[in-house]
């Protein structure tokens, strides 16, 4: 069945750096829209990031287009966000999301993966 | 700033039904709001109930079903049962932002 196995996750320092991994299997990679969602205790769920099918295209939420950079390698069937510059407010469980791929501009989030932890300390 | 509202807790008997909502401070929820709904349990990841509104995942109980109340999208769960105790989000599509409701943690008792 689809998975989605995210990595990279960990304690980090303010103003340091962490690049997440999602390993995808099970589907045609290059058929889905590719996310990123987080959560957080005080934040609970938000929207990171999105990327098109042939990484040519990318939606970010406006507050963290400046630090994070959604990327994807079709080759290996993986998924990244390398994260900057960041904060005690970024720390939250990272999810790597699949869209269901259904018409329309939006993106429907259908698989999810179990989520890997960034902890960002000051 | 864009804000969903959704009830922070609701409490259900078992095989009732009961019926969350989902708000937009920006207006009435339509459609071209394109709702998700998705469930979460302690210690595990979102799953994805409802996507379109009212359109079911293959995975998805026919318990389950969204729609259109009023100014509000809505997921109505019939016939609760127990495992059905969870927290509920709703998601709404803003031409390229996507914003999450806080969810609904739903008991059953």
């Known amino acids: 069945q689809v998975q989605l196995v995210e990595s990279g996750g960990g304690s980090v320092r303010s103003g340091g750096s962490l690049r997440l991994s999602c390993a995808a299997s099970?589907?045609?990679?290059?058929?889905?829209?590719l996310g990123w969602i987080r959560q957080s205790p005080e934040k609970g769920l938000e929207w990171v990031a999105y990327?098109?099918?042939?990484?040519?295209?990318?939606y970010y939420e406006d507050s963290l287009k400046d630090r994070f950079t959604i990327s994807r390698d079709n080759s290996k069937n993986s998924l990244y966000l390398q994260m900057n510059s960041l904060r005690v407010e970024d720390t939250a469980v990272y999810y790597c999301?699949?869209?269901?791929?259904?018409?329309?501009?939006?993106?429907?989030?259908?698989?999810w993966g179990q989520g890997t932890l960034v902890i960002v300390s000051s | 700033q864009t804000v969903v509202t959704q009830e922070p807790s609701l409490t259900v008997s078992p095989g009732g039904t009961v019926t969350l909502t989902c708000a937009s401070n920006?207006?009435?929820?339509?459609?071209?709001?394109?709702p998700n709904w998705f469930q979460q349990k302690p210690g595990q990841p979102p799953t994805s109930l409802i996507f379109?509104?009212?359109n079911r995942h293959s995975w998805t109980p026919a318990r389950f079903s969204g729609s259109l109340l009023g100014d509000k999208a809505a997921l109505t769960l019939s016939r609760v049962q127990p495992e059905d105790e969870a927290d509920y989000f709703c998601l709404l599509y803003y031409g390229r932002r996507h914003v999450f409701g806080p969810g609904t943690k739903v008991t059953v008792l």
């Open positions: 379109g509104t009212s």
């Open positions: 099970a589907f045609t990679f290059t058929d889905y829209y």
């Open positions: 990327i098109s099918k042939t990484g040519s295209r990318f």
């Open positions: 999301v699949r869209d269901a791929d259904v018409a329309g501009p939006q993106f429907d989030p259908d698989y």
């Open positions: 920006t207006g009435p929820v339509t459609s071209d709001y394109y």
